[in-house]
């Protein structure tokens, strides 16, 4: 009998641990660690949308995610963003970027971007796009394939 009893004290000692663990892990994150990645992923998208702007594509290379740098090659990559008819100009003044938080290494971020034809300058719309951020090593990461589709190719959410 104490020996039942000393089992069944450890197995809810260690479901105690585990409960106090897994909720460690999956608690939501308070505001002002909300403010943090809201400011990290605005800056991290900045850089990016001027390096795509500038067509620096082998530097908008490096913000890709494992998977994506999985999938293509640099020259792969820069040649398929080379192909494409349409650059970002910046983004619609009067639309706010949006942050859509899910995880802690997972987001989109939403915005509405004003494409210009590379060939024909007087050619320009407006797209609204979402774009998958991972945070992988500490960095927050884009999909590359997402980007060699752009801008007709949005991520399911």
């Given amino acids: 009998m104490k020996q039942k009893f000393s089992s069944l004290l450890l197995l ?3 479901l105690s641990i585990f409960s106090a663990v897994s ?3 999956a608690r939501q994150p308070t505001p002002a660690e909300l403010e943090a990645i809201q400011k990290e992923t605005m800056h991290v998208f900045q850089d ?3 390096l795509w702007q500038e067509e620096r594509y082998f530097e908008l290379y490096k913000y890709g995610k494992q998977q994506s740098t999985n999938q293509i090659t640099i020259e792969e990559f ?3 963003m080379v192909e494409l008819d349409w650059v970002p100009v910046g983004l619609l003044t009067e639309k706010k970027i949006e942050i859509s938080y ?5 987001l989109y971020v939403n915005t509405a971007i004003v494409f210009r034809h ?3 300058l007087d050619l320009q719309f407006t ?4 774009f998958l951020l991972l945070k992988e090593s500490g960095k927050w990461r884009f999909d590359l ?7 007709f190719y949005t991520p399911p959410q």
């Fill in 127 to 130: 797209k609204q796009q979402s």
């Fill in 48 to 50: 990016f949308l001027q």
């Fill in 78 to 80: 820069a040649t398929r």
């Fill in 23 to 25: 909720g460690a892990v």
């Fill in 145 to 151: 394939l997402q980007m060699i589709r752009s801008p």
């Fill in 118 to 120: 590379k060939s024909n």
């Fill in 102 to 106: 899910r995880y802690r290494t997972l």
């Fill in 12 to 14: 809810f000692i260690a």
